[in-house]
């Protein structure tokens, strides 16, 4: 046991140094070539964060852990959206891009529904799963949300009083490598060692996938949202969560399916409706007196309804 808690703190070392990186560099670059901090976080960033999560479902897809995949892909966003954005928003009150509020959480949402009615759609075999064809549905709504992303690059107009970035772009290059490094290790030490003390104490897949994996695979979005709030870049910080559960339900559901149809339990019909309840209320406090921020209370809010759900889930585990 002693051994897991010291890999278990290397890895959060290691996720925290790679975070500091990967803002940085991804920060810098974003100025040189005149991107958008959001653009950034909605896509280097996000797809740089979002690879424990792959890397964890191809495998438990290959070795037929159907309840570990789907809580991982849940729990991650439900995650991100309720813990992460919760405390980012506790940190640092979260001023939203019209962008962000009107096009990118609508997307995310609208991601969320179709993932749902295609795992509900009875196979022809009978039963409910994410098939091929489900999967190709998928990256194909990945391809247009790359598609807005190209005509957000191409339309964005720099503010006259951004800076030029000090140093090279290989040293812009090398500091987001080793940050998507330092994350990808990082996760995958507390992942591991998270996992090894699960079993342990004899949780089922469901919990282990909707708290301890979805926990540790979203290590890499905490780390790098805190680090970007702590930097006061909001923008880095939103559009990481919101790109990450993009990523997580159209990239990753769509490649993971496409390898290998995976089968689906109703068990989570509830988990996507705490997703979906919370970005609709998400968008609600946005919109709200046209203010487009995430207040502190309304992050606090956030992350104190999550926990109690994950309370509620460990207590019934007992």
């Given at each position: 046991?002693?051994?897991?808690?010291?890999?278990?703190?290397?890895g959060m070392?290691?996720?925290?140094?790679?975070?500091?990186?990967?803002?940085?560099g991804?920060?810098?670059?974003?100025?040189?070539?005149?991107i958008?901090d959001l653009?950034?976080?909605?896509t280097?960033?996000?797809?740089?964060?979002?690879?424990?999560?792959?890397?964890?479902?191809?495998?438990?897809s290959?070795?037929?852990?159907q309840?570990?995949?789907?809580?991982?892909?849940?729990?991650?966003?439900?995650?991100?959206?309720?813990?992460?954005?919760?405390?980012?928003g506790?940190?640092?009150?979260l001023?939203?891009?019209v962008?962000?509020v009107?096009?990118?959480?609508?997307?995310?949402?609208?991601?969320?529904?179709?993932?749902?009615?295609?795992v509900?759609?009875?196979?022809?075999?009978?039963?409910?799963?994410?098939?091929?064809?489900?999967?190709?549905?998928?990256?194909?709504?990945?391809?247009f949300?790359?598609?807005?992303?190209y005509?957000?690059?191409?339309?964005?107009?720099?503010?006259?009083?951004?800076?030029?970035?000090?140093?090279?772009?290989?040293?812009?290059i090398?500091?987001?490598?080793?940050?998507l490094?330092g994350?990808?290790?990082g996760?995958k030490?507390?992942?591991?060692?998270?996992?090894?003390?699960?079993?342990?104490?004899?949780?089922?897949?469901?919990v282990?996938?909707?708290?301890i994996?979805?926990?540790?695979?979203?290590l890499?979005?905490?780390?790098?949202?805190?680090?970007?709030?702590f930097?006061?870049?909001?923008?880095?910080?939103?559009?990481?969560?919101v790109?990450?559960n993009?990523f997580?339900?159209?990239?990753?559901?769509?490649l993971?399916?496409?390898v290998?149809?995976?089968?689906?339990?109703?068990?989570?019909?509830?988990?996507?409706?705490?997703l979906?309840?919370?970005?609709?209320?998400?968008?609600i406090?946005?919109i709200?007196?046209?203010?487009?921020?995430?207040?502190?209370?309304?992050?606090?809010?956030?992350?104190?309804?999550?926990?109690?759900?994950?309370?509620?889930l460990?207590?019934?585990?007992g």
């Open positions: 046991m002693t051994l897991q808690i010291i890999l278990l703190l290397a070392g290691l996720l925290i140094a790679g975070a500091e990186w990967l803002v940085g991804a920060s810098s670059l974003a100025r040189k070539f005149k958008s653009t950034i976080g909605l280097v960033v996000a797809f740089g964060t979002s690879a424990p999560e792959l890397v964890v479902n191809l495998f438990a290959a070795t037929d852990h309840d570990i995949f789907f809580g991982n892909i849940l729990g991650s966003n439900n995650f991100n959206l309720f813990i992460i954005l919760g405390i980012a506790v940190l640092l009150p001023k939203v891009q962008s962000t009107w096009k990118e959480i609508p997307m995310s949402f609208a991601a969320l529904v179709v993932f749902y009615l295609l509900h759609i009875p196979s022809p075999g009978g039963g409910m799963m994410l098939g091929r064809i489900d999967g190709l549905i998928l990256l194909g709504m990945f391809a949300f790359q598609y807005y992303i005509r957000q690059i191409k339309n964005y107009e720099p503010e006259e009083t951004m800076h030029k970035p000090s140093g090279p772009l290989f040293k812009m090398v500091f987001i490598i080793l940050g490094t994350l990808i290790l996760g030490l507390v992942l591991d060692n998270a996992v090894l003390i699960a079993k342990a104490m004899g949780v089922s897949e469901k282990i996938g909707l708290t994996i979805a926990a540790g695979t979203s890499p979005e905490l780390a790098t949202s805190v680090v970007a709030a930097r006061k870049n909001a923008d880095i910080a939103v559009g990481n969560i790109g990450s993009i997580n339900l159209l990239l990753i559901g769509g993971v399916s496409t290998s149809p995976i089968k689906y339990s109703p068990i989570f019909d509830i988990d996507f409706y705490i979906a309840s919370g970005t609709i209320v998400l968008f406090n946005l709200a007196w046209k203010k487009h921020r995430l207040d502190r209370w309304e992050a606090a809010l956030l992350l104190s309804s999550y926990v109690g759900y994950t309370i509620y460990i207590s019934k585990q």
